[in-house]
């Protein structure tokens, strides 16, 4: 399979092992809002990041899950040892909510490392990610969901060693008000996707996606000193500045760094696009 093949939102590829492993949101059953048959996540695998394996099926929502439909944005992470799927559910009666899953391989069956999500349970919240701290402590970071609080943020909870349990607080990260080139979708400022990358230089980065005059963009903001406890300074270039986002980084095993992201940001045409980026002068630009 090509690109133009795959129908996946939030792409998300992790080279391991001398493959390319792709996970994304199924563009068929994406906005569904019942539970209905088709709600899992599947892999792509690549030797090349043009040539394309058929979908491989890595989840399965079992009858006991809590989690019935809008089954979104996997990431998968490799820690300790074993790769950790952070993914965003929904039920009836039940805010929406990342939930982490794990598996020994990339492309093999992931399963609830808990039985409740990682974000808090009065909250509706998606798109979480994991940030390993300079201290080595884990940290997943997410969207407050602009639908519950109209100004959409991103915050940060403290994780045990295993991700198992939150061991903090909620703490803001910043809001999607506030970079000066931040628009309203309808009524609210979105927040999407947060990601964070490590510059060639120590320069730590996150990239997320919100709303401008143009439409959906992919963004990057930069931390003050390094870290997650940080400033985040929202004065560096859109890495898109039209119809596409929710993307990451990644490097390739040839040394070159990616973003990927899908476009365009409506169903069912989305489909992942690879643009290589550098950094300069402190901030990502597209090549």
Not at 279 to 284: P, R, S, V, Y
């Amino acid at each position: 399979m090509k690109f133009a093949d795959i129908n996946i939102r939030d792409p998300f590829i992790v080279p391991e092992n001398g493959k390319y492993y792709m996970y994304g949101t199924r563009g068929s059953t994406c906005w569904i809002s019942e539970k209905a048959p088709g709600m899992g996540f599947d892999v792509y695998i690549s030797d090349d990041l043009e040539n394309w394996s058929d979908p491989i099926s890595v989840f399965e929502a079992s009858d006991d899950f809590w989690g019935t439909h809008n089954f979104w944005a996997p990431e998968v992470h490799k820690y300790n040892g074993k790769f950790y799927m952070f993914a965003s559910f929904i039920c009836e009666g039940r805010n929406r909510a990342t939930q982490i899953l794990v598996s020994d391989t990339p492309d093999g069956k992931f399963v609830p490392i808990s039985d409740s999500p990682a974000t808090p349970p009065e909250w509706m919240c998606l798109d979480g990610t994991l940030y390993v701290d300079k201290n080595n402590k884990p940290h997943i970071v997410f969207c407050h969901e602009h639908l519950q609080i109209d100004n959409g943020t991103i915050c940060e909870i403290e994780l045990s060693e295993d991700l198992t349990t939150p061991v903090s607080e909620p703490r803001l990260l910043f809001k999607g008000s506030d970079p000066w080139w931040a628009r309203k979708n309808y009524h609210n400022y979105v927040t999407d996707g947060p990601f964070f990358y490590r510059g060639d230089n120590g320069n730590l980065y996150l990239i997320w996606s919100s709303f401008n005059d143009t439409g959906y963009v992919q963004a990057v903001c930069r931390s003050d000193n390094g870290d997650i406890t940080g400033n985040f300074d929202h004065n560096l270039p859109l890495l898109a500045e039209k119809d596409g986002g929710h993307g990451m980084i990644f490097k390739s095993f040839e040394g070159k760094t990616y973003l990927v992201l899908h476009r365009p940001n409506s169903n069912p045409n989305e489909r992942p696009v690879l643009t290589e980026i550098i950094e300069k002068d402190g901030h990502l630009e597209t090549v």
